[in-house]
Every structure is written in C-alpha cells, then in structure tokens.
C-alpha cells in the first residue's frame, strides 16, 4: 500500500534513530492540564508510555483517571484551549508528534493512527452512508478512486465479518445492529492500514457475547496489519484477555506498568493489588465482594505525595509528603511506590 | 423500497388531513351565525326570493345531505360559484395562485439564502462578528412587522430612489420588494434554527469520530455535520412556505398586489360562503401537499425517519 508523503517524512526521520525502531508510539513524561472556570484540573502528570509494532498495550483505570484524555491527545484532538500540554512529547516513529503542524497531524490521524470509540451509534453518522463512511477515508488519504475505494470497502467489511457488504455499503448505520456497528467502526479505524489503532473502550458498549468476539476480531486484525494496539479500558478482565503489556493508571500517572501476567501474578503497587482483589472471582463465591474504599480524586484536587495515599492501607507519612518516583524492580517492571519491598497487602 | 413504502403511508395521511379538514370547514361554516341566503338577497328581500336563494344554495336541505353533496364537491375539487362575481370559486383561485406561487417561493429563496449560510457561519464562527451580525439580524428581523418594513421598502427604494415600480403586478420586478419584506422575517427565524441546529451537529460524537478519520475541517463541518444540521431547517422551511402559499393579506395590501390573501380577504367581508369554505380547503390541501413533499425529501435525506 502506497504511504502518504507525511509518513514517508516521519519514517524518514526514525531512520537516523532518535530512540529503539521497534518503538512504534513513544509518550514521554506527558503533562496534560485543563484550565477551567472553577480550577486547573491535571488531568494527566508526566505518563511514559509505549507501544511497539504488534503490540498490545492495556491502558487501564477507573474513569476520570485519564484513560481517554491519553488516547485523545495522541490522536491529536484535545480543544486546546481549556486543554494545555505542559510538557512532554509524543514519539510516533521517532518524530514527535506534538510539534507538527496541524495539516500533518491530520495526514496522520486515520492514515497511520487510527481510533475506535466506545459507543459506535453515537460516533457513527447517522445520515451518510456506510459505504460513503469508509470510502471517503480511502479517497482523502491513499488518494483511491472511488470505484476502488468501494471494491476496497467491501473487503474490509467481509475482513471484519460482516454478511452482505454490498447490502451494507449502501445503508446507513442505523440498519444495523450494535455489535455490527462496531465492526463497521473497526473496519473504517484499519481501512488505511494504519500503524497504531487506539481502542478507547471498544467492548464496553456491548453485550459480553459480543465483547469476546470483538476482542478476537482486534487480535486477528493485530496480525494481519501488524499494527501496535493502545487498548483502553476500566475492565481488568477484558485487559487481560488481549494485552501484551498492561499499564495502570491512576489521577493521570502511570502507577504500574509490566508484561501482561507479571502484573497480573505478582502485581507490585498497592492499587493494581485492590485492583485485582475487587475482580469477581469464581472460587470466592459467597464472600464479600472487596472494594477500595473512597474514590479517585478529582483532577483539580490531586492529593499531595503520591496521589492514592488517602485510599491506600499502607500509607504512611511520606506518602503523603513525596511524590514516589517510578522504579524499575525487574525486567520491564515498573512502579512508583514508597513500600513497595517494605510493606505488601494480604489478600 | 423502504422509500416507496413511507411515501405511499404519508399519501394516506394526506388525503386523511383532506377529509377532516373538509369536514371541519364544512361545520365551522355552518356554526357561524347568520343565513348566507340572508346576505346574497339583501335586506330588503322577499321572503320567496331568499327561499329561491337557499334552493340555489342547497341550504334548504338536511344538514347529513349537504354534508354529502359538500364531501362530493370537494372529491371533484368543484366548489360552485362566488355569490357576489358567480365566477366559479376555483377559477378565481386559480386566477390568483400564480402571483401568490411566485411571491411565497421567491420570498422563500430570499430567506434562505440570506438564512443558511448566515446561519452556519455564526455556528462555526462562534461569538465571531459574523455571528453578532447574525444574531442582531435575527433579532432585528423579527421585531419588524412585515406591513413596516413594507412601506419602508417602498419609501426608500421605489419613492425616494425609483428602482423598484411603486404598484402593480405582472412582472418579476414587482415581486421583489414584497418578496424581500416577506423574506426577512422568515430568514430571521431559518437563520436562528439553522445556526442552534448546527451548533448541536457539531458537539456530536461522530464529528469526533470525522476528525479522528483525519477529514480536512471543510469536510468534518460541510459534509459532515451540515447535512444533519440541515434536517430540521428543511421542515421549517417547508412550513414557511406553506404559510406563504395561503396567501400574505398584509405585504399584498401594502404592495396592491392581486393575491390569494386579498381575495380571501374580501371573500370574508362580503360573507361570500362558498369562496371561503373552498379557499380554506384550497389553502389546506397546498399546505398538506408541501408537508408531504418536506416529509418524502426529509426521508431521504434522513434514513431513520423511514423506519417508524
């Protein structure tokens, strides 16, 4: 498939090698505020995040925690103002994102990152064809004829599994069902072959037969585009079926980052522990359901220390003084924690 | 299909709209006081000249019968002669219609050509000087009374600087200083709609999902949002025309223009009966006709209406 110019530019750059070519998405120390009437709220504190070619990587946390403000500032699209990025910056392919112009960044949003929402009726337009939806993509950016770009269309309607594509390109999403919907959805995110797809939430609209099909298609079409995945989501159950690599986020930073079952068995920062403790278990049934107590703080009062010391049973003194730093405690195990070795929860 | 369908269920709820709207014109008509026999002969008539009237008017029959003959009218779309010119009611409409037709759907065009772009642009343009010009038009316009701004349109532009002629009608010319005084307060109320309409268009979710596709702004704006802001212009639109189309009794006595408003005007000074009753159902059947229209054009522009 023919790349536009811009992402020969881009592809340009990485080869003199700013960082590891592998590293497909780069977000370093990114600090993301919103000015608003009643305060700063700081929605996200210095996150590091990667996410290498064929890679999934599970973002997950409560809401409010800054899930989507992640995805929406990579793709570009915060309203700036009342948003503000303090600092940071946003390596796609080496070159970052966050100092290009605003056509580029456009030539690279759908063509090389592309996005699926969480509730496709909603994101979907309800007065343009599906066809019209998915073509209009493949004209503007890979500069397709529109008889091709149909052609192209049906494919990738038939690879996401969709029955009767020549039906369903020329109807309007509303004829379809949700599960579909979102397969349409999915089918527009990969129609320019992109390099990144973002999942923000793209299971939890639907039913749970559904989330596990969806999950299967975003595998499968993992490894036909060999596209890194940033997939989002407050769901710990649905993280751990599809991710490589899990992070967690808590009032906009990273907390806990590390290969799917290393965080999953040995699980090093309090909150990623109550985290996993609050997930229904089978072999628990009958006991009471733990949760963790108080909630996320709003982002315009974030604690001082490390901000889930109010909420965490192991606090103590310094938690509430100094900001931990994040350490790395095994190969790819990161976690910022004051007790971490010193003190742990039993379950 | 689906299209074929919806369109042929509408066209049951208009000839449905027809019949009651006849059967209500019919009893209204009937409820008001005073014998129309008694205004055609005149005051001082004999009791067997307005006995002859009421023959001639079928008001001597039961009311069931005359309801009847009345549903058997409207069907053949015959609503007998005027009692003052005894010129057959239809011909008189249809003598005036073409004038009315051309000023309502000229006035239409000026509205919506100064209400839509203006419209959109104070929405995308938000709090931008297009915008407060926007809004004080807006404001302005519907604060004027149509017959005002009339005659100012004659002071200025036909007596003052004689651009435009100052009466009569047959040409073009003569429309357009009723069509702008009808139009703008019509553009005033479009161009409300049309910015609120867009404005809510764009804090959509699948205006999200087009910038996210990568879509230049024209496309996410125009192609996007403005096709889904444009639904509920079209249907006030559509019932802007229809008002229009009943004919304007005030900008056609500023103008002297020969209108369907000043002949339904002097049809109810001269209690002319059958004039009204077929003037009403006139004006109504035009005024189902255009809803049909804006419904079957709404339809394809928005696919989910079809679906009910």
Redesign the interface.
């Known amino acids: 498939m023919v790349k536009s110019d811009t992402a020969k530019a881009v592809e340009g750059e990485s080869m003199d090698g700013r960082g590891n070519s592998e590293q497909l998405l780069q977000v370093w120390n990114l600090d993301v505020s919103f000015e608003l009437e009643r305060g700063t709220a700081r929605a996200l504190r210095g996150i590091d995040l990667t996410v290498e070619t064929g890679e999934i990587h599970g973002l997950v946390g409560e809401s409010g925690s800054g899930k989507t403000v992640t995805s929406t500032c990579v793709?570009g699209?915060l309203p700036v103002p009342p948003a503000r990025i303090n600092h940071g910056q946003i390596l796609y392919k080496g070159s970052d994102l966050l100092k290009l112009s605003e056509t580029e960044r456009?030539?690279?949003?759908?063509?090389e990152i592309?996005?699926v929402?969480q509730?496709p009726a909603?994101?979907?337009?309800?007065?343009?064809r599906v066809g019209e939806q998915i073509t209009?993509?493949l004209c503007?950016?890979l500069e397709m004829e529109r008889d091709r770009a149909t052609e192209r269309a049906q494919e990738l309607l038939e690879l996401v599994g969709l029955p009767n594509t020549r039906r369903i390109l020329s109807g309007?999403p509303?004829?379809l069902s949700g599960g579909m919907k979102q397969r349409m959805?999915i089918a527009?995110a990969v129609c320019c072959d992109p390099s990144i797809l973002i999942a923000d939430e793209p299971t939890t609209a639907l039913d749970v037969t559904l989330q596990l099909q969806i999950l299967k298609l975003i595998l499968q079409l993992r490894d036909r585009f060999a596209m890194g995945v940033l997939f989002i989501s407050h769901d710990l159950a649905v993280v751990h079926e599809i991710s490589d690599r899990v992070s967690v986020i808590y009032a906009g930073k990273i907390v806990e980052s590390a290969d799917r079952d290393r965080l999953f068995n040995e699980p090093l920062h309090p909150y990623t522990q109550l985290l996993l403790l609050s997930i229904p278990d089978a072999e628990k049934r009958g006991q009471r359901l733990k949760v963790i107590p108080g909630r996320v703080p709003d982002a315009e009062h974030i604690p001082e220390g490390c901000a889930f010391h109010p909420r965490c049973p192991l606090a103590e003194k310094i938690c509430s003084q100094e900001v931990p730093a994040t350490a790395e405690h095994a190969g790819g195990h990161t976690a910022a924690c004051h007790m971490i070795g010193k003190k742990w929860i039993n379950s | 299909m689906k299209l074929l369908v919806f369109a042929s269920r509408r066209l049951g709820r208009l000839l449905l709209t027809i019949f009651l709207i006849s059967t209500i014109v019919f009893f209204v008509i009937r409820i008001i006081p005073g014998d129309p026999a008694l205004v055609v002969a005149g005051m001082d008539a004999t009791e067997e000249a307005i006995e002859a009237i009421r023959i001639k008017l079928g008001t001597d029959q039961p009311l069931a019968a005359q309801y009847f003959q009345w549903l058997w009218k409207v069907v053949r779309f015959d609503f007998g002669e005027s009692l003052i010119s005894g010129q057959g009611v239809m011909d008189l409409v249809f003598q005036r219609f073409p004038l009315t037709l051309s000023l309502a759907v000229l006035g239409i065009l000026i509205s919506i050509v100064i209400a839509i772009p203006l419209g959109v642009i104070s929405a995308v343009k938000r709090w931008s000087a297009w915008d407060y010009a926007g809004m004080a038009f807006s404001q302005i316009g519907m604060a004027i009374p149509s017959f005002w701004l009339g005659i100012m349109l004659l002071l200025i532009l036909a007596v003052k600087i004689p651009i435009f002629p100052l009466f009569g009608s047959g040409s073009i010319v003569h429309l357009i200083l009723p069509a702008i005084s009808l139009g703008i307060a019509r553009a005033a109320i479009i161009l409300r709609l049309t910015r609120a309409s867009m404005i809510e268009e764009l804090s959509k979710e699948y205006v999200i999902t087009a910038r996210a596709k990568g879509l230049t702004e024209r496309m996410v704006k125009y192609k996007h949002a403005l096709k889904n802001a444009l639904l509920p212009v079209i249907t006030i639109t559509g019932i802007q025309l229809g008002y229009m189309l009943g004919g304007a009794i005030i900008t056609e006595q500023v103008f002297s223009l020969p209108g369907l408003g000043r002949l339904f005007l002097t049809g109810i000074y001269q209690r002319d009966f059958p004039l009204i009753q077929g003037g009403v159902v006139f004006v109504a059947i035009i005024f189902s006709l255009i809803n049909f229209t804006v419904d079957i054009l709404y339809s394809v522009l928005n696919p989910r209406i079809r679906i009910e």
């Open positions: 793709m699209l456009r030539r690279i949003r759908g063509r592309a996005v929402f509730e909603k994101y979907l337009n309800p007065a343009l209009e993509m503007l950016h309007y509303h004829e959805m527009m």
